[in-house]
């Protein structure tokens, strides 16, 4: 069975820093891209970042330049540093995964995998 696991998750002040990790277990990802989507509260899904298999990156403009994005695929693992966090990044954070990466940040909820998502809160 195919799981998707996000820990890292909490609270933190603005301009504080979080780590993501995403424990991807059933079989290898590493021939996948892999990425972060997150929803706010009342909000729809929003891309986040995305990793192919080769460590090509893209982000989303909000986060361009504060959040980074890694895989360790000898331990089917995915990373999100996120840093100089703001209120409006609160949301719950989900990892997934896909075998194709064009196009990842627009197809959402049909990528091949989800995680259960962990929730970020940052305080101002």
């Known amino acids: 069975q195919v799981q998707l696991v996000e820990s890292g998750g909490g609270l933190v002040q603005a301009g504080g820093s979080l780590r993501l990790s995403c424990a991807a277990s059933?079989?290898?990802?590493?021939?996948?891209?892999m990425g972060w989507f997150r929803q706010a509260p009342g909000k729809e899904h929003e891309f986040v970042a995305v990793?192919?298999?080769?460590?090509?990156?893209s982000y989303a403009d909000s986060v361009k330049g504060r959040f980074t994005i890694s895989r360790d695929n000898a331990k089917n693992m995915v990373y999100l540093q996120m840093n100089s966090l703001k209120p409006e990044d609160t949301a719950v954070y989900y990892c997934?995964?896909?075998?194709?990466?064009?196009?990842?940040?627009?197809?959402?909820?049909?990528?091949?995998?989800w995680g259960q998502g962990t929730q970020v809160t940052v305080s101002s």
């Open positions: 059933g079989r290898t990802f590493s021939s996948d891209a």
């Open positions: 990793i192919g298999w080769s460590g090509t990156t």
């Open positions: 997934n995964a896909d075998h194709v990466y064009r196009n990842y940040a627009y197809r959402g909820r049909e990528l091949d995998y």
